[in-house]
């Protein structure tokens, strides 16, 4: 693969110099949480590994995670897209279309065998032979079996692909599937999230791309550097909650003070994400600094948790919806009223048996 | 009580001149006839052992403790305006009584299972359920009618009855090793990964998946907790008053008192 240019030799012929690249190289091993030691790694990764190849398709889903990934700002979505990574398919983002871009996508499997990624966002459902998604002209997951055929490895972008996100709420009528039940000899990176955040995705593939090795990988399978600690390990409210000092109610004096929204239903407390710490457009803000919980849409099933602003989680059974307290309180209610009618019968009983007692005695 | 057979329904009246034995029930004076007969008859068995009482009662405050803080860390009380949030630590503090409550209850737990193995039959007990055997099916079904209202009079049971183990190998066995697992799983998270809970336990939520489930399958632990607690105090109060032997005291001596000296 000689004939590709590395990551450096594209970001000079794009004017970038020396200083700038060296620059980039401190910020990536940044973002990634990694040592100073790392930047002369990263650099002399760019300047002698050829491009790697990507494959993005779409499946079921809204493109909210390419939306926030051509925002990123550290690095670059334009050097990531332009210059570090070679995206030879990517429906949304290449200028071919039609029978071109199919031509595009066989010949980089073709080019590539066993050594492109393939990017997923959305997922294939599979209820009647997955005919709710259909591109180019073929059901979503025939295109996903054929593509992660020969693909080194595969990154699930976002909810859906990680999770199945809103398209497999139940009762998902459509039985969306996240793509590591349907490819199952790949190993595969969930980069989960409702869209990821901008900096977490760039960060996965500049990982990939300068070590050549998938990222250190969490139990649930996800870069550990991003989606390690909870959102409410690392949040700057953290000190009401641990004061017990809480929103009571929308717009009320605590809510203009800034407390922890714990009891607004914040799923900041069960949520793995990094939102707390890289926050949203170019670090200004994030879900909980703008005052509303966070609705956990980095985590498995998020939308059957219930309501977004409630704390536990309901529970359904025979159509009855209830949490856990309300169960938990019906059921101790009725086992106490029959504590107290089984204990009077006895009363009755004992007093009974201690007059027949007398009688026959 | 060998030598001649003893006619069925005789009482045999100690004689106080010539027996010793109830020397000192009859000093204080107040030993009636029907006292000193209800003396002769009580037995009793040494059937808990001093570990057992003492994780009983160990489990028993750390229960109390982690229900009425694990309720409170679900749903916090009302906020409190002390001070700054740095010289005010109220959820803080409910969180650790409910940590360490939970540390003392887990190594507790793992002392009894050691006393199962170390101690006498009955410390035994409670971790299985002897499904095997008609008999204990038999008994358990004896003790159900009991229950409800349908046999006059309960048999004698030296440990626990079969209803009684049937529960306690569920509610207590099962359900605090799911609520030590679920538990040190939630904890986990906060350790952080790497650490030894996570090491130890946060398989549990990689099997979860969702944080929150997890949350609400701990919290439903405890609402089969707080059930058990109201049956078990019940029934042991209830036991204590209408049964042929004593249940409150037994956790406190160890020693099983019989009201009878009936054979069945």
């Known amino acids: 693969m000689s004939q590709i240019e590395t990551f450096y030799d594209v970001m000079r012929r794009q004017g970038i110099t020396r200083r700038s690249f060296m620059k980039y190289c401190s910020l990536t091993a940044?973002?990634?949480?990694?040592?100073?030691?790392?930047?002369?790694?990263?650099?002399h990764a760019m300047e002698?590994?050829?491009?790697?190849?990507?494959?993005?398709?779409?499946?079921?889903?809204?493109?909210?995670?390419?939306?926030?990934?051509?925002?990123?700002?550290?690095?670059?979505?334009?050097?990531?897209?332009?210059?570090?990574?070679?995206?030879?398919?990517?429906?949304?983002?290449?200028?071919?279309?039609?029978?071109?871009?199919?031509?595009?996508?066989?010949?980089?499997?073709?080019k590539y065998k066993g050594n492109y990624i393939l990017a997923v966002e959305g997922n294939p459902p599979l209820n009647e032979d997955g005919m709710f998604c259909i591109t180019g002209g073929k059901p979503f997951v025939e295109k996903l079996r054929m593509a992660a055929k020969d693909a080194k490895?595969?990154?699930?972008?976002?909810?859906?692909?990680?999770?199945?996100?809103?398209?497999?709420?139940?009762?998902?009528?459509?039985?969306?599937?996240?793509?590591?039940?349907?490819?199952?000899?790949?190993?595969?990176?969930?980069?989960?999230?409702?869209?990821?955040?901008?900096?977490?995705?760039?960060?996965?593939?500049?990982?990939?791309?300068?070590?050549?090795?998938?990222?250190?990988?969490?139990?649930q399978g996800r870069p550990a550097m991003f989606y390690s600690q909870r959102i409410h390990d690392k949040c700057y409210r953290r000190p009401h909650f641990d004061a017990g000092q809480f929103v009571e109610a929308w717009d009320d004096e605590n809510a203009r003070k800034g407390y922890c929204l714990y009891k607004m239903g914040c799923k900041g407390p069960t949520t793995y994400n990094a939102c707390s710490t890289i926050r949203w457009n170019e670090g200004v803000s994030f879900p909980i600094q703008s005052g509303h919980g966070c609705i956990g849409c980095s985590e498995d099933g998020f939308w059957d948790q219930g309501s977004f602003y409630n704390r536990l989680t309901n529970v359904k059974q025979f159509g009855i919806e209830a949490n856990a307290d309300q169960i938990g309180t019906a059921a101790a209610g009725v086992v106490g009223g029959a504590i107290a009618v089984h204990a009077a019968v006895s009363a009755l009983k004992k007093a009974q048996k201690k007059s027949q007692d007398k009688v026959e005695g | 009580m060998t030598g001649t057979p003893i006619p069925e329904g005789t009482i045999l009246r100690p004689d106080p001149a010539t027996s010793p034995a109830y020397e000192a029930a009859r000093l204080t004076g107040d030993a009636t006839a029907e006292d000193l007969e209800s003396i002769r008859k009580r037995t009793s068995v040494y059937v808990y052992e001093a570990p057992v009482r003492l994780w009983h009662w160990i489990n028993a405050a750390c229960i109390l403790v982690l229900i009425v803080s694990g309720y409170f860390i679900g749903a916090p009380l009302p906020s409190m305006q002390i001070g700054e949030p740095v010289e005010q630590f109220v959820m803080g503090y409910i969180r650790f009584a409910h940590f360490a409550a939970g540390m003392i209850l887990t190594a507790a737990f793992a002392g009894r299972i050691y006393w199962g193995l170390m101690g006498n039959h009955h410390a035994r007990q409670l971790f299985y359920v002897p499904v095997w055997k008609a008999r204990w099916w038999k008994e358990m079904f004896f003790e159900l009618r009991w229950y409800a209202f349908l046999e006059r009079e309960p048999k004698k049971y030296i440990g626990h009855n079969p209803l009684a183990q049937l529960a306690m190998f569920f509610f207590m066995t099962l359900?605090?090793?799911?609520?030590?697992?679920?538990?040190?799983?939630?904890y986990a998270e906060g350790a952080g990964q790497g650490s030894l809970p996570d090491t130890a336990f946060g398989w549990v939520l990689g099997l979860v998946q969702n944080s929150q489930r997890l949350h609400t399958l701990h919290h439903l632990g405890m609402?089969?907790?707080?059930?058990?607690?109201?049956?078990?105090?019940?029934?042991?109060?209830?036991?204590?008053?209408?049964?042929?032997?004593?249940?409150?005291?037994?956790?406190?001596?160890?020693?099983?008192?019989?009201?009878d000296d009936r054979p069945d």
């Open chain 1, 30 to 43: 940044a973002a990634l949480g990694l040592g100073p030691s790392f930047v002369p790694k990263i650099a």
């Open chain 1, 48 to 110: 002698t590994k050829p491009r790697t190849p990507v494959i993005w398709v779409h499946g079921l889903e809204c493109t909210c995670c390419s939306e926030s990934f051509i925002r990123a700002a550290h690095p670059l979505a334009k050097d990531v897209v332009l210059s570090m990574i070679s995206l030879d398919y990517d429906d949304t983002l290449m200028a071919a279309a039609g029978h071109a871009a199919e031509a595009a996508l066989m010949d980089t499997i073709e």
């Open chain 1, 153 to 219: 490895a595969i990154i699930s972008w976002g909810a859906c692909a990680s999770y199945g996100c809103v398209q497999a709420a139940a009762p998902n009528p459509t039985q969306a599937t996240p793509v590591h039940k349907v490819i199952t000899d790949k190993p595969i990176i969930k980069v989960p999230g409702c869209p990821p955040i901008a900096e977490v995705m760039t960060g996965v593939i500049t990982y990939m791309l300068t070590f050549d090795r998938l990222p250190e990988l969490d139990r």
């Open chain 2, 175 to 186: 359900g605090l090793s799911f609520m030590i697992v679920t538990g040190w799983a939630l």
């Open chain 2, 223 to 259: 609402w089969a907790i707080v059930i058990f607690t109201m049956i078990h105090i019940y029934a042991a109060i209830r036991e204590d008053i209408m049964s042929r032997q004593s249940m409150v005291s037994t956790m406190i001596s160890g020693h099983r008192t019989f009201k």
